[in-house]
T-cell receptor, first 113, second 111 residues
C-alpha cells in the first residue's frame, strides 16, 4: 500500500516567496494532519482535517500560514510570505479517523534564506 | 497546558539489554497513547499504540500504560544497534484526532 506522499522533499527559497507544500494521504483515511518539526520546539501540530473539514488550526503560527483540503486525496500547506524562521521539516500524516494511529509522510525539508 | 514529558537522554544501553523509555502526561482524560521511532533525518514511524491499562506486547516491544499514575512506557528487549533512534511518545487527549508529542528520548545501543 502506498503511504502518505509529500512533495517536494526539499525546498530552498528566498525570504518573501510563496511556498506550497503538498500531501496525498493514505487512501481511505479520513483524518489528515500537518506538523512542523524543529530542534527547538520538537514536533508541533499545525492543523488537522476530518473528512476534508479543518477541525483545529490553533497551531498555525500566524496568518502567513494557510491550509486547504479540497478533496479526500489532496491537501496543501501554504506560507506567504515566507520568513527564515519558517525553516523546518514539515510532515503530513493521516489516520483512519481521529484517535487512531497516524502514519507520517517522508516530510518536506524547507529552508528559507 | 496539556503536556507530554520525556527524558531527552541520551539513554545508552549495551546490545542485548532491555531499554526502558518513559513518558508522563498531564491530561488525566487522555485515552490513546502512541510510541513512534524516528531515525535521524527520517519521519516518525509508528511502533506501538495502547488504549487500556496494562501491558501490550509486540515482538521485542512492550508498551505499558498506567492511567492512574499518568505514565506510559516502552520496553525494548534484546536491544540492537539498529534500535538506536529517537523515540517519541504521543498522547491523544480527547479522541478528536490531535496528538501531543513529547520532545523524544534519544536511545543509543552500543555493540
Amino acid at each position: 500500500d502506498a503511504g502518505v506522499i509529500q512533495s517536494p522533499r526539499h525546498e530552498v527559497t528566498e525570504m518573501g516567496q510563496e511556498v506550497t507544500l503538498r500531501c496525498k494521504p493514505i487512501s481511505g483515511h479520513n483524518s489528515l494532519f500537518w506538523y512542523r518539526q524543529t530542534m527547538m520546539r520538537g514536533l508541533e501540530l499545525l492543523i488537522y482535517f476530518n473528512n476534508n473539514v479543518p477541525i483545529d488550526d490553533s497551531g498555525m503560527p500566524e496568518d502567513r500560514f494557510s491550509a486547504k483540503m479540497p478533496n479526500a486525496s489532496f491537501s496543501t500547506l501554504k506560507i506567504q510570505p515566507s520568513e527564515p524562521r519558517d525553516s523546518a521539516v514539515y510532515f503530513c500524516a493521516s489516520s483512519l479517523m481521529g484517535g487512531q494511529p497516524q502514519h507520517f509522510g517522508d516530510g518536506t525539508r524547507l529552508s528559507i534564506l | 497546558q496539556k503536556e507530554v514529558e520525556q527524558n531527552s537522554g541520551p539513554l545508552s544501553v549495551p546490545e542485548g539489554a532491555i531499554a526502558s523509555l518513559n513518558c508522563t502526561y498531564s491530561d488525566r482524560g487522555s485515552q490513546s497513547f502512541f510510541w513512534y521511532r524516528q531515525y535521524s533525518g527520517k519521519s516518525p514511524e509508528l511502533i506501538m499504540f495502547i488504549y487500556s491499562n496494562g501491558d501490550k506486547e509486540d515482538g521485542r516491544f512492550t508498551a505499558q500504560l498506567n492511567k492512574a499514575s499518568q505514565y506510559v512506557s516502552l520496553l525494548i528487549r534484546d536491544s540492537q544497534p539498529s534500535d538506536s533512534a529517537t523515540y517519541l511518545c504521543a498522547v491523544n487527549p480527547d479522541q478528536g484526532g490531535k496528538l501531543i508529542f513529547g520532545q523524544g528520548t534519544e536511545l543509543s545501543v552500543k555493540p
